[in-house]
């Protein structure tokens, strides 16, 4: 990884910790989130997987809310994630025990 893809490595990662600790005080059933990234395609190459622990908690959560908080933390990184609609993708806990058998390599590929 160049030096410079390090440095917006980072950025990225510490404007997604901040939307991660905000979601997880503001939506019920949320766990963690990930980012997915090709440096030679930034910023369209971006991607953010958000997780919840259930597919039930999945269906009643505010994913626009949600998707809002990342977008306004990589905003404020001076990051803009456009047509964040395809770029932030959802799933649960839940199904990737159940589809997967919890391995989370398989579901992500």
Request: hydrophobic share 35%; glycine share 4%.
């Amino acid at each position: 990884m160049k030096k410079t893809d390090k440095k917006l490595d980072n950025t990225i990662r510490r404007a997604l910790t901040q939307a991660c600790e905000v979601a997880l005080k503001e939506h019920d059933g949320f766990k963690w989130l990930t980012h997915f990234v090709d440096y030679a395609r930034f910023p369209e190459s971006l991607s953010i997987l958000c997780v919840f622990d259930s597919d039930e908690k999945l269906a009643i959560a505010d994913k626009d809310g949600m998707s809002a908080i990342i977008v306004n933390k990589l905003f404020d990184a001076g990051i803009t994630l456009e047509d964040y609609r395809k770029k932030i993708r959802f799933n649960t806990e839940e199904s990737c025990s159940r589809d997967n058998g919890g391995k989370w390599k398989r579901t992500l590929h």
